[in-house]
């Protein structure tokens, strides 16, 4: 049975930082091409990061480019992502997401899915 959990939300002030870590169990981690999505209440769920199986090759949005940091341990079958300099506008549920296919942000290829952990900024 495949798990996919995310953990280090938090509520950190503008300007601040967060390491959010996904953990997944029960598949070959270094099978699968990893990415972190978000959603923020109202909005649909969009592309944030996204890191190939071998962590040689990394994909930020246009919005987290500069701020925000993926990377991957396969030998712990961990994920992270490295927050800096956070905006009120980052606030939002993270999700962590599994794909063998290739790194996009189309949702549909990515066949796990953890449940999030929240994200919240105070300015």
């Known amino acids: 049975q495949v798990q996919v959990l995310e953990s280090g939300g938090g509520l950190v002030q503008a300007g601040g930082s967060l390491r959010l870590s996904c953990t997944a169990s029960?598949?070959?981690?270094?099978?699968?091409?990893m990415a972190w999505f978000r959603q923020a209440p109202g909005k649909g769920r969009e592309g944030v990061s996204c890191?190939?199986?071998?962590?040689?090759?990394?994909y930020y949005a246009d919005s987290v480019k500069g701020r925000f940091t993926i990377s991957r341990d396969n030998a712990k079958k961990t994920l992270y992502l490295q927050m800096n300099s956070l905006k009120p506008e980052d606030a939002a549920m993270y999700y962590c997401?599994?794909?063998?296919?290739?790194?996009?942000?189309?949702?549909?290829?990515?066949?796990?899915w953890g449940q999030g952990t929240q994200v919240t900024v105070s300015s």
């Open positions: 029960g598949l070959t981690f270094d099978d699968y091409h």
């Open positions: 890191i190939s199986w071998s962590g040689g090759s990394t």
């Open positions: 997401a599994a794909s063998q296919l290739v790194c996009s942000w189309y949702q549909p290829q990515y066949k796990y």
